[in-house]
């Protein structure tokens, strides 16, 4: 099953420079299983349609203005009987069964299916190659430019998701605005954002918090 373990796992720890400082050994539970498919597609399914919002709404016969008076006299006219211009049979009037705007569009996981979901997901990336270890992702001043040199030494291609121990408010505004860049702190991991990006960089301390809250 997906609970496999592998032989020890280990990777290069980064400075963001792009130099090597040292190596890192990852818990083969959480990074080296096989990846459950089902699991990290419920996961994403469930994180979209939280996004959802309920916003969408149409209005009822009695909630259209108008048509208060009889369009015609019952009899005599050769026409159909109407009572109402806004009967929802009339061009104008009221939707009988559009969305009321109290839609629920909410759905759920399980811890160990969502633990599941992060674990293949974190796997995934790490056989692909495409998980970056650094010892830390912090800047001292809020430059954009700073951030996106260190991106280009760390060679980060494609959409990149920066995982960091705390968002700091310096890190997080000389990131913000790179295009492609979505950084978040190592309790906001999702499953979705992991999958949905080319490359991943991670703190050291991220790495650490995530074996303990995984395994």
Known sequence: MAEKKTKTLSVDVLALTGEKTGTVKLNPAVFGIEPHQQAMFDAVQVY????????????KRDEVSGGGKKPWRQKGTGRARAGSSRSPIWVGGGKVFGPTGEQNYKLSQNKAAHRLALKSALSLKLSGKKLLVVENFAFAAMK???AATALTALKAEGKTLVVVPELELNTYASVRNLEKVIIVDQTNVSVYDLLNSDTVIMAKPAITYLEEVLQ
């Open 48 to 59: 979209q349609a939280n996004l959802r919002q309920a916003t969408a709404k149409t209005k």
């Open 144 to 146: 954009t430019k700073d």
